[in-house]
C-alpha cells in the first residue's frame, strides 16, 4: 500500500488536494460550446503505474509491489508536496474516450528526483509526469490523462476571467 496522504486507484499514484482550496470556483464553465463540470475531489497525479510497468515490460502485480516499496520509501525523505499553482488553465481533449477537461498547471517538490529514482530502478525513460489538478470535466468526476510535458505543452490556453480570479484567491492548506 502507499503511504498516506498519498492514494494509489486504478495504477495511479496521487496526492489529494482537498476540495475546499477550489471553494471559490464556479461550479459549471463553458468552454468552447460544452458545458463543463466541476469536480467533487481533486488530486495531483504523480505517475501513472500502468505505464512504469508496461515500459519495464513487467507484469502488473510485480510492478505495483516494487511501485510501493520504492515509492514509500523515496517519501520518506523527499516528500512530494504541492507547492503552487500555475496561472495558466488548458483545455484537454480526449476523442477516443470522448472526454473533455480544464485543468490547472501546479508545482510539486521532488517530482523530477522520484523519476529519476523510478527510471533507474524500473530501467525505464519515462517522462516526468506533468503536474496538474483537473478541475472540470464533461462528465461528473472523470479524469483525463496527460502523459507527458510535451502533451501539455501543446494544449490551448482556456482564458476565462472567472477562473483567473477565483485562482488568484486560492490559499494551499
Known amino acids: ?9 486504478q495504477t495511479y499514484i496521487g496526492l489529494p488536494v482537498d476540495a475546499t482550496v477550489f471553494a ?3 461550479q ?12 467533487d475531489d481533486f488530486h495531483v497525479t504523480i505517475c501513472k503505474g500502468a505505464d512504469i510497468f508496461t515500459k519495464a515490460r513487467i507484469e502488473h502485480i510485480i510492478g505495483e509491489k516494487k511501485l510501493f516499496e520504492l515509492f514509500n520509501v523515496f517519501i520518506e525523505s523527499c516528500p512530494i508536496r504541492l507547492l503552487s499553482f500555475s496561472d495558466d488553465f488548458l483545455f484537454v481533449q480526449d476523442d477516443a474516450r470522448g472526454r473533455k477537461a ?12 522520484l523519476f529519476f ?3 533507474h530502478e524500473f530501467e525505464i525513460e519515462m517522462p516526468i509526469q506533468p503536474a496538474h ?7 461528473k468526476n472523470i479524469g483525463i490523462h496527460i502523459p507527458s510535458e510535451e502533451a501539455m505543452a501543446v494544449l490551448p490556453i482556456v482564458d476565462i476571467p472567472e477562473l483567473k480570479t477565483a485562482l488568484a484567491n486560492v490559499r494551499l492548506i
Do not use: D, H
Open 1 to 9: 500500500m502507499i503511504r498516506e496522504p498519498y492514494q494509489y486507484v
Open 24 to 26: 471559490a470556483f464556479p
Open 28 to 39: 459549471t464553465i463553458s468552454w468552447q460550446g460544452e458545458k463543463l463540470l466541476k469536480k
Open 102 to 113: 480544464i485543468v490547472v498547471r501546479c508545482q510539486m517538490s521532488n517530482l523530477n528526483e
Open 117 to 119: 529514482k523510478l527510471n
Open 133 to 139: 489538478v483537473t478541475l472540470y470535466t464533461l462528465q
